[in-house]
């Protein structure tokens, strides 16, 4: 249930890889992503990536972190196959099988799965409503939401440098606030709802980065990369920190459980 078209290209995907990690389209790669489901007990169990990529952090869920069985879906037919290479490498097409879906509702029935994962994809999601109530249907009672996306700290209209931040992301963002992302889980029947600003982490982090690709490193990222287009990526980087140091821009860890089958109000 992701609303993307094709995000990135393979010289988008060769950048962010070379600042996060191979297989890793997001920021913090590996660490981050695990950080995510931090206390969570994903032994046996059951779990569907949201917007998987290229696959790297749905081996990480099965490899590292104990999940019996995971399915990645995402939209790209690039990226699933992508996808489905690394699984193989991995050694894990036993426990980890990648689809290509279409936007809309999930193609799972009801209680299917015992965690629904996502790291930074669900921002290209519009209907955040709609997406906490399918979550909500797929999970099996006492389980759990566990994601990172991309907020707004407000559901007014975002300020000249936001909008100068999503322009040069050129990206189909849709952020909802953390008033919104509550409302909507709650609303959805979920219980344990907790939301965790992640601003001032990602805030060092995109400054380090900057950091890093305006530093030394410049004449190779320039050689592998183009000029033209590390210019690029340098004026989104500093349009991005903008809004992150005013905080208009909050990353965000969501978490939420359905209740188990006596306080199901679904």
Same mark, same amino acid.
């Given at each position: 249930?992701?609303?993307?078209?094709?995000?990135?290209?393979?010289?988008?995907?060769?950048? @962010?890889?070379? =600042?996060?990690?191979?297989? +890793?389209? !997001?920021?913090?790669?590996?660490?981050?992503?695990?950080?995510?489901? $931090?206390?969570?007990?994903? !032994?046996?169990?059951?779990?569907?990536?949201?917007?998987?990529?290229?696959?790297?952090?749905?081996?990480?869920?099965?490899?590292?972190?104990?999940?019996?069985?995971?399915?990645?879906?995402?939209?790209? *037919?690039?990226?699933?196959? $992508? *996808?489905?290479?690394?699984? $193989?490498?991995?050694?894990?097409?036993?426990?980890?099988?990648?689809?290509?879906?279409?936007?809309?509702?999930?193609?799972?029935?009801?209680? !299917?799965?015992? @965690?629904?994962?996502?790291?930074? !994809?669900?921002?290209?999601?519009?209907?955040?409503?709609?997406?906490?109530?399918?979550?909500?249907?797929?999970?099996?009672?006492?389980?759990?939401?566990?994601?990172?996306?991309?907020?707004?700290?407000?559901?007014?209209?975002?300020?000249?440098?936001?909008?100068?931040? =999503? *322009?040069?992301?050129?990206?189909?963002? $849709?952020?909802?606030?953390?008033?919104? +992302?509550?409302?909507?889980?709650?609303?959805?029947?979920?219980?344990?709802?907790?939301?965790?600003?992640?601003?001032?982490? +990602?805030?060092?982090? *995109?400054?380090?980065?900057?950091?890093?690709?305006?530093?030394?490193?410049?004449?190779?990222?320039?050689?592998?990369?183009?000029?033209?287009?590390?210019?690029?990526?340098?004026?989104?980087?500093?349009?991005?920190?903008?809004?992150?140091?005013?905080?208009?821009?909050?990353?965000?860890?969501?978490?939420?459980?359905?209740?188990?089958?006596?306080?199901?109000?679904?």
């Amino acid at each position: 249930m992701t609303e993307q078209d094709l995000l990135y290209d393979d010289s988008h995907i060769r950048f @962010l890889e070379d =600042i996060w990690g191979e297989g +890793y389209l !997001s920021p913090g790669g590996a660490e981050e992503a695990a950080s995510v489901v $931090a206390g969570l007990d994903l !032994s046996g169990k059951r779990v569907l990536d949201i917007g998987c990529g290229s696959g790297a952090i749905s081996v990480l869920l099965a490899a590292e972190l104990g999940a019996g069985e995971v399915i990645g879906i995402d939209v790209e *037919a690039e990226v699933c196959a $992508a *996808a489905r290479k690394r699984v $193989a490498a991995a050694g894990l097409a036993d426990r980890v099988t990648i689809r290509q879906v279409e936007p809309g509702p999930f193609d799972f029935p009801d209680q !299917s799965f015992d @965690l629904v994962y996502s790291k930074d !994809s669900i921002i290209h999601i519009p209907d955040k409503e709609a997406l906490a109530l399918e979550v909500f249907r797929v999970l099996r009672p006492g389980g759990w939401f566990a994601a990172s996306d991309w907020l707004i700290a407000h559901d007014d209209e975002p300020s000249d440098e936001m909008k100068a931040y =999503i *322009a040069a992301e050129d990206l189909e963002f $849709a952020m909802a606030s953390p008033v919104r +992302y509550r409302r909507a889980l709650l609303e959805a029947g979920f219980a344990e709802v907790n939301l965790t600003n992640r601003n001032e982490w +990602y805030f060092e982090v *995109a400054t380090a980065e900057l950091a890093w690709m305006t530093g030394p490193e410049r004449a190779r990222l320039d050689a592998e990369h183009g000029a033209d287009f590390m210019a690029e990526q340098e004026a989104t980087w500093r349009a991005m920190i903008r809004v992150l140091e005013s905080g208009e821009h909050c990353p965000h860890h969501l978490r939420a459980r359905r209740p188990f089958a006596g306080n199901d109000t679904a």
